[in-house]
């Protein structure tokens, strides 16, 4: 099979690759949608950042405070403009988890401000009676942050199901998301099932209400071309590891107007515009949600790791990634007894491909995956309610990415097999 | 090391035929515990018998590792006074740490000695401890302990 | 003068150090304050990690998983040693200002739970008439967190005032922290003053009236040996970056106890025990509060970093720095129109030091500082109401770390002395 | 590249004997602007005169680079056309972000040309511009623009 990336030259790039594991056997990394590995410019550009340049950043006015400063604020103008959007509407989290809680206080925080007197923009103030909108396939971080703010503000929390084959159920969005709907959250790319939603269609129905509509962009951002301002969303967020990035950053974008009006998360240095010891005023957006020192090694780190996609291409890494999926997904179902958990065809679908095995307990299969070098995750993947939805305890994953190719889902093939074999089943 | 060391024949057999998986009446303590990484999960029910000695109810759902764990458990414990099933599971407890070092002494363990290869894969060890861990805390929820007066007769 | 450290082989540890600035003049790093820079076996830890053991932690069947998992948790281990605790008391975040905005959500957080009728923690719970106590020379860090809890709990922010000397003052102590004090929070060494506070006294007084104590030791951990749990508090936080470690990473200590009954701050995935649709129940500390893909690499970084901290000594650390501040204040006091502000003498006082020249801006001494290659920080340090107390605008501040020696202080003091030359002051 | 090209002898001039530093009365638009990494902080206060030209008053603290730039806006542009004082604003802007690059044109930009060093010094740049920042912000507040009717007689 002809793939669109020369992944023998790739994988030259990441000395991870290079190396064996349980005696001897070549490492085959297909869990990339837990972590991604990193190539070499990236671990280069972290270091010559330390060795060259570290200092404090936006404090300074010696000439290493000025470089770090320029490699920390050039590395969010690379970010943005990987994902299409303006420099300062991108703010600096250490994971998507902050991202998307930053988003979620922002209600929570507005809610008990305004209920002690602060002038608070509406939009964010909650109240029993309004509702929060989630799917039944997010990921731990888009709703357990959600299930905070119901519990201390007294909204309801309401989601969108799932179909049998892993597609959202959207014939009933008009009555899920109504006039009691204050925002709307949605993974764009499921982690678990590799479905990819219509977040367009979805964030739509939200400002129709005149709710506000956020996407966890974790899994698709790092796989294909992704436009921030296009999805219709105000609010997105995503993380750095999982796209060859430096572990310890997330990012938030944001429509300037609804950065403009959300109350900061965290507070300290650097977000503030003047202090006094009875009270504070706040710096613009992105400086308002990123109090104290930064992760500017992470930062320029990351900014070398979206270098290094866009050359590759974000097409080709979809359509890479694409033809890996519908590879895996012919193999496996070629299998005996085994069942994809998430959508069966290659269409709105990306690289995470769950699945159970009859008779096998995940991790069980996990364990004979491994022991043949191939790393793969077994579990709930953070998507606990979407593993009950299909009523499996746990599902095996494999995901993929730029330095993947069919042979390894050859080998992660051949341990399944081996793992029936073994087991008799 | 490999897979083999991990799933011994006596794991495997463990696994596929459970010893006494069943939920008892009336237990005088119950502790479901749950693996969050993988959602095993595993419920121990203890209750004492007239002479003093454990009553073992369990269920549970998971991997291999975790299942046949709870099988050797109750296997091991039921019948037996709560001070000695005391000493199995501290043998337990120390042969998951042994980093698959140990040479775990059948006389107290039992079946549990086919658990020496689990101890070199981290992350298997939790599955393997749940089980034990619920018999803890089952204990602990009816009162029964090792050093409790009346409960041991050895 | 002899120091007790070996500055020439220190240095050579600190490839930063070896570069030029302004046209060719050797880097005298005096801003340490603000962060520290970074040996070489901190970058050489990261990379190896990034290079052999990287992915997913606590989450993969799979040996990188595993490596991962034990790289992170050792890393855990040894820094919690370094400061006298106990493994699991320790929760990584992004950075001390995480940590202190972790400690005040659990307040906040736990009121609005409370009266949406949620079971929490009684001393968490916050209402009108009870007090916050912080002190008059916190870094915004330890300050805007709980302007903001008291926004929203009503609760009101008392202060311990500084004296001219840059002392705490502690008469009033008693009627300060009252009983309807809930929570006493404070800096630990000051990073605009130097001064290094009498925090068990001021703990021992918080739990005399049944309130939560919280220290600030984002500057004595780096410079000094700390015992956390000597401290007398119930939660310390500090930052990795400002002693040798990576950027990106912050600790939070706790007291066991203290943080099993504090509800989590940032939810997601990894720091719950279930997950369904309708509510989460929560993981024990403190992985319940490392919500997300941990800093993994940053925490393998700073690990290397105690370990090069502990050979060298931290006694020997310690005394190094007081002989450098010694020097420092010695030198400054000779110095025509030059005010310290903050203690002068080197009593209870670590390396951070402050000063106004007549008839110049901070600014303006900075540059000149600078432009012979002096990196020092001029401002108001984050600690703007500090500033105020002192009736200046912001001051220059030379900081020491383990590669300094004396005549990197000589070098600045010419600098001040060229400053004055030039503007005729 | 050094101190000296930054410290020009025209900002020193300017920083020791300020230009017009005072308040005005009864100003049409007003603003304080800090900025919050330093703590320098200049009041720009704007009205209009009968001929529809500039009266700016001005007041700060802070280091010389800031002081020396709020003395010279406010001799560059009282007196202007807003239009004009807009043509100032934009040029000097303009330099300050050109790198230290720029040949800044005299005819514009007055004693303001003295600042071209400053934008070598990133960290300085934001103080250079502070009291133009507040000028654009008091306009904007008296409802001054370049293209207002009425308020432009160039
Ligand atoms: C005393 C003190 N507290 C808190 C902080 C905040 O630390 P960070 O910026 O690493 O969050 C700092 C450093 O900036 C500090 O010096
Ligand atoms: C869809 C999705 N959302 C959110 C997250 C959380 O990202 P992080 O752990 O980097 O905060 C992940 C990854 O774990 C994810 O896959």
Redesign the pocket.
């Known amino acids: 099979m002809l793939l669109p990336l020369d992944v023998d030259r790739i994988r030259k790039d990441f000395p991870i690759l290079q190396r064996t594991v349980r005696g001897e056997k070549p490492l085959v990394y297909l869990d990339s949608?837990?972590t991604s590995q990193k190539p070499t410019s990236v671990l280069d550009a972290e270091r010559a950042f330390y060795e060259t340049a570290n200092a404090g950043v936006h404090r300074g006015a010696h000439q290493l405070a000025e470089e770090a400063t320029d490699a920390y604020e050039s590395a969010r103008r690379r970010i943005a403009g990987f994902v299409g959007a303006e420099t300062d509407d991108i703010v600096f989290t250490k994971?998507?988890?902050?991202?998307?809680n930053l988003v979620a206080y922002a209600f929570s925080n507005a809610t008990a401000k305004a209920a002690h007197g602060a002038e608070v923009d509406p939009r964010f103030v909650l109240a029993p009676g309004d509702s929060i909108v989630v799917t039944q396939m997010?990921?731990h971080?888009?709703l357990v942050p959600w299930q905070e703010v119901c519990a201390k503000t007294g909204a309801t929390l309401r989601w969108i199901g799932v179909s049998d084959d892993g597609r959202l159920e959207l014939d009933d969005l008009d009555s899920l998301i109504d006039d009691t709907t204050r925002v709307v959250s949605v993974?764009h790319?499921?982690?678990i099932l590799g479905t990819v939603n219509p977040v367009r269609r979805i964030m739509d129905r939200a400002h129709a209400v005149g709710a506000l509509g956020v996407v966890?962009a974790?899994?698709s951002i790092p796989h294909a071309p992704v436009d921030v301002s296009a999805l219709g969303a105000d609010l997105v967020?995503w993380?750095g590891?999982?796209m060859l990035g430096p572990t310890g950053i997330?990012m938030l974008w944001g429509r300037p107007e609804v950065l403009a009006a959300m109350p900061p998360f965290i507070t300290g240095g650097s977000m503030i515009e003047t202090v006094f010891m009875e009270h504070s005023t706040y710096a613009a957006p992105p400086k308002r949600f990123e109090a104290g020192s930064p992760m500017v090694a992470q930062a320029v780190g990351l900014a070398a790791a979206v270098d290094y996609l866009t050359e590759l291409g974000m097409d080709r890494v979809e359509a890479h990634e694409h033809a890996l999926t519908g590879y895996a997904l012919e193999r496996l179902a070629d299998l005996r007894g085994v069942r994809i958990i998430g959508p069966m065809t290659n269409e709105d679908r990306g690289g995470a491909v769950s699945f159970v095995v009859e008779g096998l307990h995940p991790h069980d299969v996990g364990q004979f995956l491994d022991d043949r070098g191939v790393a793969v995750r077994v579990g709930h993947?953070?998507a606990w309610p979407t593993c009950r939805r299909f009523g499996v305890p746990a599902t095996t994953r494999l995901s993929t990415y730029v330095y993947n190719d069919t042979s390894d889902i050859d080998v992660a093939i051949e341990g399944i097999l081996a793992a029936q074999n073994f087991f008799g089943v | 090391m490999d897979v083999e060391s991990l799933y011994q024949d006596i794991i495997l057999d463990h696994y596929k035929h459970p010893r006494g998986r069943s939920l008892i009446d009336e237990p005088s303590g119950e502790s479901h515990q749950v693996n969050p990484t993988c959602g095993d999960e595993v419920t121990v029910q203890v209750s004492l018998d007239d002479d003093g000695r454990l009553v073992i109810g369990y269920e549970g759902q998971g991997c291999s590792i975790s299942q046949a764990s709870a099988s050797v458990m109750s296997e091991m414990v039921s019948g037996a006074a709560p001070a000695d099933a005391d000493t199995v599971r501290q043998a337990f407890v120390e042969l998951m740490h042994s980093k698959g070092a140990a040479d775990p002494d059948e006389e107290v363990l039992g079946d549990g000695i086919a658990f020496v290869g689990v101890a070199k894969y981290p992350a298997r060890i939790k599955c393997a401890l749940l089980p034990w861990m619920a018999l803890q805390d089952a204990e602990a929820k009816a009162g029964i302990g090792p050093d409790q007066e009346g409960t041991s007769t050895s």
């Open positions: 949608a837990a994971n998507a988890t902050e991202s998307l997010e990921h971080a888009n993974v790319q499921s982690n966890d974790c899994q967020g993380s590891h999982k997330g993947h953070c």
